[in-house]
Every structure is written in structure tokens, then in C-alpha cells.
């Protein structure tokens, strides 16, 4: 590799050694050991770390991506107006439908169903799940008197003309790395989380307040530090569109909620991909907002400076409808204080008169051939409703790769550092891997890192002076099998991570936002997502994209999927 910043695309696929069972049990004790060293060595050269020691980048480091308000930021009790809130849709999208918050919110008005019925039966449903064979693992903790108290207390609102808002009764998971009453936050660990959470996390407070039925803490990948949603300490939650293969992660248990019908809406967090990855994965829809959109407080301290969170949900009306509620500043987060105010005008018009969505053709192709032909065809598709296709090129793509993985793992080493001394063998193997290379960065790797950040920032901002978004796939290829090796004693394969989180970390290491959406399933009825990567502070955008496609693609039913309300019209 050269030490000079590239405009050329320089991404590649990486060949790590996979590794289970015995041999991995092995290499995360020699990882941890004195000769963990030389091991470290040989794996940095070939991750890329030792090249991005090398690079000669002389741009500033940026330590947050905070994309200042271009007036006055909004006021503290800034939030989307509820006239903006998407109402119920004219038409329905082709295909399978899933439930949606106006589904429930009618058959609520309707008298069809209260929420206390509805608690019971997802309920039930959670517990049928976790007995099944494989078992779904979407929930890593419900209490059942919490969930059944809330649904009391709905089911009175909204017989007395009293909701809240159109949330009221609706169920909500909520991933295990944000604080939510009354439970503890383990972030996917054996250890962590002794003690419930003293108040929610901001987003969950706003969800409670409009009335959501929270019903639990949702599984994850353990400490988010990969993108299948393999968990061995909790049990790794299956994929409904194929009980064989991995959900994605880190926010698994929040994604194969959605799709298996147990919510139509749940909240994840994201430092490399870890909403919009599964939402590609479980063929439903997930966005990352503008770094600082949605207040963090409340959210496990594990990636400061790429990390958000923000909703999963089966549709794009529903994912608009939990940004609305989420969106805004808080006092508690000062990131969150340099926003302008939120909006979504203009997120559900149906044309793309206007847009242009820019196109780098040798990333936007750098995946499977039955990912690449279904994101092709959508972008045809969006072509068709008057968007403008240009193509473009983005430089230091691999730099950016590089530079999250060195800041991602970095973060996460320093957030355990108390606790890795007593507990780092409580962790999973995986775990301990990548927390045993992580603690061998110097600060000057970090660093380096972060100016490349400064430069992908700026290559970014380029190429969206001229576009609207960026397109790409959401991940490099669909679902993969589950091993069984891999759920008795954990997985070591970084090669597949790096291609399932190719099109995903820019946004991080940049704080845009982006979106996963569905544009179709392949051969074996695995879904494939198609990401939009917009302008800061322009979800609208994003939203409008995504339910184009969702107007376009003909939804399948998930193998695994639970009915909680009455037949629907």
C-alpha cells in the first residue's frame, strides 16, 4: 500500500484466519498472553493498522463529527411537531404487510383490542419464541408485571379519550445497551448491569411518554463489538426470514423483534452499522440519524464518538414516527445542543423530482452479485421517479475503514478498562480478541485515526455539495449462516465482518446520517437492503427514498412471524 491518501478505490476484501472451538479458545488465551505481541503483529499488518501508522496525513484530528446548525440551533425543548407526524397511508405498500403503529392504534379506536390484550399476547409470543427450536433469543429480559402494569394503565387512557398520542399501547423494544426502567443494563454481558438503571435513556423517556408499551430489553451483540449478533452468554437471536442464519448486529434482538412481529417498532444504537446492518439482514428498516439528532444520554459510554442511536421499525411511516417522537435536544447530552430544530417535512413525497443520488461504482458494486442486481434495479426504479443518477468519487475509502476499526475498538478497550482486569475472561472469545488487539493501539494510532476522519469528512462533504445522497448497499452480502460451532463456543471471523460492514462505517467515522431499506430478497427469500447516505441534519431525505422503495418492493412474509392484532384489512 502507498502512505499517501489515494484517490483511486482502494478497498479490499481481507483474509483473517476463522477461527472456533478449540483453535479460538487458544488464540484468545496467546491474545491475552505475553506473546499476544507477536500475534498482534502479524494481524495488524494485514487489518491495515501498520499502513495507517504509516500514512502521511497532515489534516487535524476531528474527535467528534459535530455538524453545527447553520443558524441558531434549536431550542432545548425543540421536538418534531405532532402535525408532522406521518399519518396512516392512502395506499399500501405490495405485499406482505406487517403490523404498523396506525394498525394499532385503529384497532385500539376500533375497540378491536386493548393493550392489555396485547401485552399478554406478545407476552406469549416471547415466551413461545424462546421455547421454539431453534429459539428466537429476540428478548434478553421481560418483566412480565412491568409490561402488564403499563397495558393496564394504556388500556385506561385510551378508554377514557386520554392517549397520549398514536404511540399509546404500542409495543417497543428496546436494545439492552440503553437504560430503561426497571431494568439493569448488562450491554449484553455476564457482568455488567448489576443493579436496574436508575432513570431511562433519553429516547426511552420520550418513547414512555408518548405511551409506548415497552415491553423489554432486547438482545444484542455483546458490547456491540460485532455486527452478526452472536451473543453465547445470552444466546444468539435467529433471523425470521431464516431461523439458520445471523440477524445482524449489534442491535440483533431489536431487528428480529420487528420482523417477528413481537413489536413494529424498537430502538438500537450504532457505531459501525449497528442499526442499519441488521435492519438489512431482517428485511425491514433502520436509521441512523445526524450525529447528535437523539440524545445518548442514557446509552452505554462504549464508542463516544461514532455512536448513535435511533429506531428499527417494519416500515418507513413507522421509523418516521419514532424519529418524530426521539428527535431533538437534550440538556443532559451537550452534543445533542448543536442541532437545528427537527423536522420531517417533505419525508413522504412520493416522487424524486429533484434528487440527485450520487453513485461511487466501484464501492456501490464491491458486494455479491445478487446484492449489486437488486440495488441496481432500485436505483432504476428511483430513476424512474425523477431522481437524477451522478457518479462520483470518494478517496481514502480504505483509510476510513482503517481509521473506524482503530476508533471503534479503542473506545470500547478504554470503556471496559475498568472492569477488563477481574472480568475480560467472563467476556465471549470474540470478545476477548478484539478487546485483547484493541488494548495493543497506541494513542498515536488514535490519533492518526482521527485525522483521517478530518479527511473523510471533508471528501464527504465534497461529493454532497453536488448530491443529494449517497447510494450503496447496505452490507456487502445477505445474512450469513449461523455455524454450529459458532453457538457453542463463539467465532472469530473478521474477513466476513469487514464485508458485511463495508458500505456502513463512513457514516459513523463522518456522523451523516443514513438509512437501511428493503429493495428485495434473494434466491433463498433473504432480504437485501439498499443504504442512503444524505446531508447532516437531512433525514426527510432519507425517509423519502426509503418509502419510494417501499412503495416499489413486493414484502415477503418472514418464516418466523407472530400476529398480534386481529386480521387486517
Not at 425543540?78 to 406521518?86: G, K, M
Not at 448491569?193 to 432513570?199: K, L, V, Y
Not at 430544530?341 to 419525508?347: F, K, M, S
Amino acid at each position: 500500500m502507498s502512505n499517501e491518501p489515494s484517490d483511486v478505490y482502494d478497498l479490499k476484501s481481507v483474509q483473517l484466519p476463522y477461527l472456533s472451538g478449540p483453535a479460538l479458545r487458544l488464540f484468545a488465551a496467546v491474545m491475552e498472553g505475553p506473546l499476544g505481541g507477536l500475534l498482534t503483529a502479524s494481524l495488524f499488518k494485514t487489518a491495515g493498522i501498520s499502513w495507517l501508522r504509516e500514512l502521511r496525513i497532515d489534516d487535524p484530528p476531528t474527535m467528534r463529527p459535530i455538524h453545527p446548525a447553520a443558524g441558531a440551533p434549536a431550542e432545548a425543548t425543540a421536538a418534531v411537531a405532532p402535525e408532522q407526524w406521518p399519518q396512516a397511508p392512502a395506499t399500501r405498500a405490495p405485499g406482505f404487510r406487517f403490523a404498523s403503529v396506525h394498525d394499532y392504534a385503529k384497532a385500539y379506536r376500533d375497540g378491536e383490542v386493548t393493550p392489555t390484550d396485547v401485552a399478554q399476547r406478545v407476552l406469549a409470543a416471547i415466551d413461545a419464541g424462546n421455547r421454539a427450536e431453534p429459539p428466537l433469543q429476540a428478548m434478553i429480559a421481560v418483566d412480565r408485571e412491568d409490561v402488564l402494569r403499563q397495558a393496564e394503565e394504556e388500556t385506561r387512557r385510551l378508554q377514557d379519550g386520554q392517549a397520549l398520542s398514536i404511540f399509546d399501547g404500542v409495543p417497543v423494544a428496546v436494545n439492552d445497551e440503553l437504560d430503561m426502567l426497571p431494568y439493569p443494563t448488562k450491554v449484553g454481558t455476564a457482568f455488567l448491569g448489576q443493579t436496574p438503571a436508575q432513570e431511562d435513556a433519553t429516547i426511552v423517556a420520550r418513547m414512555r411518554a408518548a405511551g409506548a408499551l415497552l415491553i423489554g430489553k432486547a438482545n444484542m451483540h455483546e458490547i456491540g463489538i460485532g455486527v452478526t449478533g452472536l451473543n453465547t452468554i445470552h444466546g444468539t437471536p435467529r433471523n425470521p426470514y431464516g431461523p439458520d442464519h445471523y440477524t445482524g448486529g449489534s442491535s440483533s434482538g431489536p431487528a428480529a423483534a420487528v420482523a417477528a412481529g413481537l413489536c413494529p417498532v424498537a430502538l438500537g444504537a450504532d457505531g459501525g452499522g449497528s442499526i442499519r446492518i441488521p435492519a438489512s439482514f431482517c428485511g425491514i428498516v433502520g436509521l441512523k440519524p445526524t450525529f447528535g439528532r437523539l440524545s445518548e444520554h442514557g446509552a452505554a459510554p462504549l464508542c463516544w464518538s461514532v455512536a448513535h442511536v435511533g429506531p428499527l421499525a417494519a416500515t418507513v411511516a413507522d421509523t418516521a414516527l419514532a424519529y418524530g417522537v426521539m428527535a431533538g435536544p437534550d440538556p443532559k447530552d451537550a452534543v445533542s445542543l448543536y442541532q437545528p430544530a427537527p423536522t420531517l417535512a417533505g419525508w413522504d413525497r412520493e416522487d424524486l423530482d429533484g434528487l440527485t443520488l450520487g453513485v461511487y461504482w466501484p464501492w456501490f458494486r464491491h458486494a455479491t452479485a445478487e446484492v449489486v442486481t437488486r440495488c441496481e434495479a432500485m436505483l432504476a426504479t428511483f430513476e424512474g421517479l425523477g431522481a437524477g443518477i451522478r457518479e462520483v468519487t470518494i478517496p481514502d475509502l480504505e483509510a476510513g475503514r482503517v481509521a473506524h476499526s482503530v476508533t471503534v475498538a479503542a473506545e470500547m478497550a478504554q470503556a471496559l478498562s475498568r472492569t477488563y482486569a477481574e472480568h475480560h475472561r467472563e467476556h465471549g472469545l470474540d470478545v476477548r480478541i478484539n478487546l485483547a488487539m484493541a488494548r495493543r493501539f497506541t494513542s498515536l494510532d488514535y490519533v492518526q485515526a482521527q485525522r483521517v476522519r478530518t479527511r473523510l469528512l471533508a471528501n464527504f462533504d465534497r461529493v454532497l455539495k453536488d448530491v443529494d445522497v449517497i447510494m450503496t448497499p447496505s452490507t456487502g452480502l445477505v445474512a450469513p449462516p449461523i455455524p454450529e460451532t459458532a453457538l457453542r463456543g463463539g467465532e472469530s471471523d473478521l474477513s466476513t465482518l469487514i464485508e458485511i460492514m463495508r458500505f456502513a462505517t463512513p457514516a459513523n467515522l463522518t456522523g451523516l446520517p443514513s438509512i437501511s431499506f428493503p429493495v428485495g430478497y434473494n434466491e433463498a427469500g433473504l432480504p437485501v437492503g439498499m443504504q442512503a447516505m444524505g446531508r447532516a441534519w437531512q433525514e426527510p431525505t432519507l425517509l423519502r427514498l426509503a418509502l419510494a422503495a417501499e412503495n416499489a418492493v413486493t414484502r415477503r412474509a418472514p418464516q418466523w412471524h407472530y400476529s398480534l392484532l386481529a386480521e387486517r384489512s
